[in-house]
């Protein structure tokens, strides 16, 4: 592909491969439709790493028997029906995360909040995705999750806990605040695509088998946590919300979705999220997030910066241009595609332009 001109691949032909691809694995058409918009979703708002490079791995995990495409989570709610426990049985986290969306709303309907713990899950993508949903119902939500080891804690080097991403998302009439991170300094994704690209990465994200810090990501053994003993400590909150509460994995009990095949990840999410309305007028409440973020942008800039971004500004722009220009297929994409036409044996029809 010459490297002067830049091509792009629709995101509806995207969308229709990545569910064809699902399919042919066991998927039926609702939730083929789900995880192929968790994974569009993170190529247009810029997060390939939680992306189709994790779709071969998917696929591997099913055929080895430790995924059942065809299980439903089994949800439990409490009298109030203000907390619902969910068993997403070994499932598709993608699955398990949106049915939990699903129960939480309605009975926001009802009660005003409600709050929710998985257990049994798997990977289930970008965290602002599911939160994002809340958003867009005029809730404000929270949505946490473990993962499998790969983060040394403050003034350790071994792996001891997950990238434990959060998120959190508010309402806004122009575009919705989300917050979307991992607690680590990079997630294990981003160390992904850079082993795919066979690019450095920074040197102060990760430790190699001897603890030392290294920039190849082939040798990474594990990651730091973000803002030193900040971001270990608020990863432990998440494994003990996400993890411990739910009854699923945590720390060394979580499945590492590449390298250990003899057990399910048992991986565990915590949710909760909060009718607007049901705490203040919301045209109020949107008043006040104008104000809030009117004096938040109105600051004397710092070197180098040529505006406050808001978090999840970005992302929603580039969204907004993806989803209308189509993703940007340069040597890496083209390079994941190719990986799972291989594993699936579902042929990419290259619309590109």
Known sequence: MPSMQRKYISVAVFDSWI????HSVGYGASDARIIADVLVHAHCRGIESHGIIRLPEYIKRIRAGLVDPHVRPVLHYNTARTIVHVDARGGSGQ????????????????????????KGSTHFGPAGYFARLCAARECVALVLSNAEPCVAPYGGTHARLGTNPLSFAAPHKDYPIIVDMATSLSSMGKVFVAQEKNTNIPQEWAFDTHGNPTDNPHEVASLRSFGGYKGFALSLVIEILSGVLSGAGYGAHV??????????????HFMWCAKIDALMDIEHYYARIADLLSMTCNTPLAPGHESIRIPGHIADQREKERRAHGLPCDDALLHEITKVEAVSGIQLIRNIS
């Open 19 to 22: 569910q064809s691809v699902l």
């Open 95 to 118: 699955i398990a995360a949106h049915e939990t969306v699903e129960a939480m709303l309605t009975c926001v309907e009802q009660q005003g909040n409600a709050m929710a713990v998985v």
């Open 255 to 268: 499945g590492n979705m590449y390298k250990e095949y003899d057990h399910p990840q048992n991986v565990g």
